[in-house]
């Protein structure tokens, strides 16, 4: 690309030098002072400073142009496409609504044979494992409007429904297991029952901006995915409290009448023995009845197994064409320091002459 300069600086320039000019040609002195001599024979004419005095002169005004060029800062601007680059894709208009319902009470501190995990010899914590394999879930659906509720006692909306999973990982790698007894409990129907009221709430203000026809997210489908290690059991501080102590089948009823599917992924091996029958039963009938399912992962690799079955049921499509093959870059050169310095190094020459070998006395 050509050399090119800031317009708008040569413009305060021209505007500055212009005044500059003024001001000298206003208070101009009519006349030069001098001194008369008799006889000029002692004056010696051919002296080498006499032919140098001019330069401290000339430096101070190459000085001033060196700065006023500076000033206008000439540049070269290259632009060229970065092959390393990623192509950016579309903003997803429509797609999924998913929350992520994250058991963290206390017992998803306990950890698990370290014969069910990655490597052998070593042992993980079931908070762990959710968080790793709920990250790999995020990231295969990058169109989808994906949420996070963390629950113990009482839920808590760590993000709404959002396209910006990356922050959804942070949020999902800072979470903690409860290790306060008053904040422990598994508050599961509260949990389910507060997330489908977000859904519903968050699907009516879209149709609301599509009316008023304004750009809004089109949730196609809604689910919800519970991640736990046990069943129904809320914090006895809670009982009488029909909010937070609410029944499971009452709390699915409504998912499944707002058109939710809810996946439920136990994830303690215990679950899965003759003495839970009774309760994997009932759960298992309820997620059925809303199109979802019961799922139970006692290993890394059944856990996957899960999440890649709900990734496979849940589809939804992807943007393919993107805005740009790849991003431009754009690499600015200025010439404005190397300006400076030549003007610094003539003011101080300049500077240093007057001083030195060319000083004048009076």
Same mark, same amino acid.
């Given at each position: 690309?050509?050399?090119?300069?800031?317009?708008?600086?040569?413009?305060?320039?021209?505007?500055?030098?212009?005044?500059?000019?003024?001001?000298?040609?206003?208070?101009?002195?009519?006349?030069?002072?001098?001194?008369?001599?008799?006889?000029?024979?002692?004056?010696? /004419?051919?002296?080498? /400073?006499?032919?140098?005095? =001019?330069?401290?002169?000339?430096?101070?005004?190459?000085?001033?142009?060196?700065?006023?060029?500076?000033?206008?800062?000439? =540049?070269?601007?290259?632009?060229?496409?970065?092959?390393?680059?990623?192509?950016?894709?579309?903003?997803?208009? #429509? @797609?999924?609504?998913?929350?992520?319902?994250?058991?963290?009470?206390?017992?998803?501190?306990?950890?698990?044979?370290?014969?069910?995990?990655?490597?052998? @010899?070593?042992?993980?914590?079931?908070?762990?494992?959710?968080?790793?394999?709920?990250?790999?879930?995020?990231? =295969?659906? +990058?169109?989808?409007?994906? $949420?996070?509720?963390?629950?113990? /006692?009482?839920?808590?909306?760590?993000?709404?429904?959002?396209?910006? =999973?990356?922050?959804?990982?942070?949020?999902?790698?800072? &979470?903690? !297991?409860?290790?306060?007894?008053? #904040?422990? $409990?598994?508050?599961?129907?509260?949990?389910?029952?507060?997330?489908?009221?977000?859904?519903?709430?968050?699907?009516?203000?879209?149709?609301?901006?599509?009316?008023?026809?304004? +750009? !809004?997210?089109?949730?196609?489908?809604?689910?919800?995915?519970?991640?736990?290690? $046990?069943?129904?059991?809320?914090?006895?501080?809670?009982? @009488?409290?029909? &909010?937070?102590?609410?029944?499971?089948?009452? !709390?699915?009823?409504?998912?499944?009448? !707002?058109?939710?599917?809810?996946?439920?992924?136990?994830?303690?091996?215990?679950?899965?023995?003759?003495?839970?029958?009774?309760?994997?039963?009932?759960?298992?009938?309820?997620?059925?009845?809303? $199109? @979802?399912?019961?799922?139970?992962?006692?290993?890394?690799?059944?856990?996957?197994?899960?999440?890649?079955?709900?990734?496979?049921?849940?589809?939804?499509?992807? +943007?393919?064409?993107?805005?740009?093959?790849?991003?431009?870059?754009?690499?600015?050169?200025?010439?404005?320091?190397?300006?400076?310095?030549?003007?610094?190094?003539?003011?101080?020459?300049?500077?240093?002459?007057?001083?030195?070998?060319?000083?004048?006395? +009076?």
């Amino acid at each position: 690309m050509p050399l090119t300069i800031d317009y708008l600086a040569l413009v305060i320039l021209g505007i500055f030098l212009f005044m500059a000019y003024w001001l000298q040609q206003k208070w101009q002195t009519p006349y030069l002072p001098s001194l008369a001599f008799s006889d000029l024979e002692s004056i010696d /004419r051919s002296s080498k /400073r006499r032919h140098f005095s =001019h330069l401290p002169y000339r430096l101070y005004q190459l000085t001033l142009f060196f700065w006023c060029i500076a000033f206008i800062d000439p =540049h070269f601007l290259f632009i060229k496409n970065d092959p390393l680059a990623q192509p950016s894709l579309p903003i997803p208009t #429509e @797609g999924i609504a998913i929350y992520l319902i994250v058991d963290q009470s206390s017992s998803m501190n306990e950890k698990i044979s370290s014969n069910s995990f990655f490597e052998r @010899g070593r042992s993980f914590t079931k908070i762990d494992l959710l968080k790793v394999m709920a990250g790999q879930f995020i990231l =295969h659906r +990058p169109s989808d409007l994906i $949420g996070l509720v963390a629950f113990a /006692r009482v839920p808590k909306i760590l993000s709404p429904l959002t396209l910006d =999973h990356e922050l959804l990982i942070n949020q999902l790698n800072d &979470l903690k !297991a409860i290790n306060s007894m008053e #904040e422990d $409990g598994t508050a599961m129907g509260y949990a389910i029952y507060k997330t489908a009221h977000l859904i519903v709430a968050t699907k009516h203000f879209a149709q609301e901006l599509q009316k008023k026809g304004k +750009p !809004a997210y089109e949730i196609k489908n809604a689910i919800m995915v519970v991640l736990t290690d $046990g069943f129904q059991d809320p914090n006895r501080l809670d009982y @009488g409290n029909r &909010l937070r102590t609410i029944e499971l089948d009452e !709390a699915i009823a409504y998912a499944k009448n !707002a058109g939710i599917h809810l996946y439920i992924i136990n994830v303690d091996p215990k679950f899965s023995s003759p003495q839970f029958a009774p309760h994997r039963r009932q759960i298992e009938t309820l997620a059925e009845s809303t $199109g @979802g399912q019961l799922y139970l992962a006692n290993q890394e690799k059944d856990l996957k197994r899960v999440f890649d079955t709900i990734d496979r049921l849940e589809k939804s499509s992807l +943007p393919l064409d993107s805005f740009s093959s790849s991003p431009v870059i754009k690499h600015r050169v200025s010439f404005y320091p190397y300006f400076i310095a030549a003007g610094l190094s003539c003011l101080f020459l300049a500077i240093f002459l007057e001083s030195t070998w060319l000083r004048k006395f +009076p």
